[in-house]
């Protein structure tokens, strides 16, 4: 049985989340363990996004995969890899989150 569109596009951004991170570590895709798993949660994430558009329509997909990448690399660069903890970034990333929260609230899907 087919998992829920808005399970795999969750998924999908976690994925996005992924690769963006693992870009940092693949220093230009010269380091091959690193580009390897980048560049599979990409493909994955792809795919995942594939999936939930069947039924989510390409505006509120694209926009919830695009934000949930955004918001955890921000948070894994603000916890993990040193990125500002200004209280400016962390505003604007509940912004992000309302956005995405209305995207669900007001969509048919």
């Not at 560049?39 to 792809?46: C, P, Q, R, T, Y």
């Amino acid at each position: 049985m087919p998992l829920n569109p808005w399970i795999y596009l969750v998924l999908a951004g976690i994925m996005e989340m992924g690769w963006a991170v693992g870009l940092k570590f693949t220093e230009g895709f010269t380091q091959i363990i690193p580009s390897v798993i980048t560049a599979g949660l990409m493909i994955l994430s792809l795919y995942l996004l594939s999936l939930a558009l069947k039924s989510i329509s390409i505006g509120t997909g694209y926009a919830i995969w695009t934000g949930i990448g955004a918001i955890g690399t921000a948070i894994v660069g603000m916890l993990i890899l040193g990125d500002s903890k200004e209280m400016g970034r962390v505003a604007c990333i509940f912004i992000i989150i309302t956005g995405i929260i209305g995207l669900k609230f007001f969509s048919n899907n």
